[in-house]
């Protein structure tokens, strides 16, 4: 059984900078890709960013390139998302995402496990 808990969540001024942290319990973190999906006010799930177990391989979405970017610890079993110039379009729930794969996919799959969602604000 995953469990994963997201932090870091807040409302911000546009331009300013947030850091999201997912908490993962469970066994073998090291099995798993880890991922970050956001959900905005009347929009279905997007992609944001994606690492698979060693950090070898790392996607991100179109939107958030350059701006965003994902990390995890694996002796600590935490994935972070480092988000930088934010925008109102960034104004949105933030999902952790845990894969058991070793490869990373840009995508929802259907093995997928999920947070509750921490809460991102972007204000002008």
């Known amino acids: 059984q995953v469990q994963l808990v997201e932090s870091g969540g807040d409302s911000v001024q546009a331009g300013a900078s947030l850091r999201l942290s997912c908490e993962f319990s469970g066994r073998s973190f090291i099995s798993y890709s880890m991922g970050w999906f956001r959900r905005a006010p009347g929009k279905g799930r997007e992609f944001v960013a994606g690492v698979n177990y060693n950090s070898g391989t790392i996607l991100y979405g179109d939107a958030v390139k350059g701006r965003f970017f994902i990390s995890r610890d694996n002796n600590k079993k935490m994935a972070h998302l480092q988000m930088n110039s934010l925008r109102t379009d960034d104004t949105a729930t933030y999902y952790c995402?845990?894969?058991?794969?070793?490869?990373?996919?840009?995508?929802?799959?259907?093995?997928?496990?999920w947070g509750q969602g921490t809460l991102v604000t972007v204000s002008e």
């Open positions: 995402e845990a894969l058991l794969s070793t490869v990373v996919v840009a995508g929802e799959e259907d093995g997928d496990d």
